[in-house]
Nanobody, 123 residues
Framework: VQLQASGGGLVQAGDSLRLSCAASDRPFGIYGMGWFRQAPGKEREFVAG????????YYLDSVKGRFTISRDNVNYTLYLQMNSLKPEDTAVYYCAADRWNRKSRSPSDFGSWGQGTLVTVSS
């Protein structure tokens, strides 16, 4: 599946952004999906994941209560609503697909990746 992430930008601390990830593959609903991020000089880290049907979601502890992952299987789109943004959320954000819906937090379990969208949060 090909993925195209969008929605990043420059915002101030406390603002909100919604990231989108458009999938090219018709059976989008078979994939478990996730959002990851990578800040300069740091490793890529898991942010949020969602099961293929959308019934189960799971988050990095530091974004719980601020970020919400969701998906639209009819329109083949994944979302990440980010509220109360903090400077430490600054990173390139990537969407990723897991063909086996393993509900994993490991980047190695996700076989398809979008190109990334930059989120910069100023203090």
């Amino acid at each position: 599946v090909q993925l195209q992430a969008s929605g990043g930008g420059l915002v101030q601390a406390g603002d909100s952004l919604r990231l989108s990830c458009a999938a090219s593959d018709r059976p989008f609903g078979i994939y478990g999906m996730g959002w990851f991020r990578q800040a300069p000089g740091k490793e890529r880290e898991f942010v949020a994941g969602i099961s293929r049907g959308g019934a189960r979601s799971y988050y990095l502890d530091s974004v719980k209560g601020r970020f919400t992952i969701s998906r639209d299987n009819v329109n083949y789109t994944l979302y990440l609503q980010m509220n109360s943004l903090k400077p430490e959320d600054t990173a390139v954000y990537y969407c990723a697909a897991d063909r086996w819906n393993r509900k994993s937090r490991s980047p190695s379990d996700f076989g398809s990746w979008g190109q990334g969208t930059l989120v910069t949060v100023s203090s």
